[in-house]
C-alpha cells in the first residue's frame, strides 16, 4: 500500500518563500550590527578583541604573572608571523624601488653616453655654430 502525497504548486512556493526569505530577513538586524560597529570604529567582529578576549581569565593576589592561554598564545604567534611578514615585504616592496631607480638611472646614462658618443662636426661646420 503506497501513500500518496497531494503536493500543490502553491504550497512548495510558500515553503521556499519560507525556507530562504525569512533567513535572509532574520540576518537584516546582524548585517545591520556590523555595519554600525564599522562605522563606530570598532572591529566588525565584537569577539576578535577586546578587554575579555586579550586579558587573562584569572590574576594571582601576590602579582605574579598569569601564564598565557592557548587561544592567546596562538594569536600572539600569528599577529607575530603577521608582523615578520609585513617587514619582508616592506624590504622586498624597497629593493623594488630602488631597482627601478637604478634601471631608469642606468638608461639614462646611456642615453647620454650614446648622445655625448655621435659623430661631431668638424671643419666649417664647427666654426659655424
Not at 586579550?54 to 592567546?72: A, H, M, V
Request: glycine content about 4%; proline content about 3%; overall charge positive.
Amino acid at each position: 500500500m503506497f501513500l500518496t502525497v497531494n503536493i500543490d504548486q502553491n504550497n512548495i512556493i510558500v515553503w521556499i518563500v519560507r525556507k530562504f526569505i525569512s533567513r535572509s530577513l532574520s540576518c537584516s538586524s546582524a548585517l545591520y550590527l556590523k555595519q554600525w560597529r564599522i562605522e563606530q570604529g570598532l572591529s566588525a567582529n565584537r569577539t576578535a578583541e577586546g578587554i575579555l578576549t586579550d586579558g587573562p581569565d584569572y590574576t594571582f593576589l601576590d602579582g605574579r604573572p598569569t601564564p598565557l592561554l592557548q587561544k592567546q598564545k596562538k594569536r600572539m604567534l600569528k599577529h607575530q608571523e603577521y608582523a615578520s611578514k609585513i617587514v619582508t615585504l616592506c624590504s622586498e616592496l624597497d629593493f623594488a624601488k630602488q631597482r627601478h631607480q637604478n634601471m631608469l638611472k642606468a638608461k639614462e646614462d646611456e642615453r647620454k653616453a650614446i648622445i655625448s658618443n655621435r659623430l661631431k662636426p668638424k671643419g666649417k661646420a664647427l666654426l659655424k655654430k
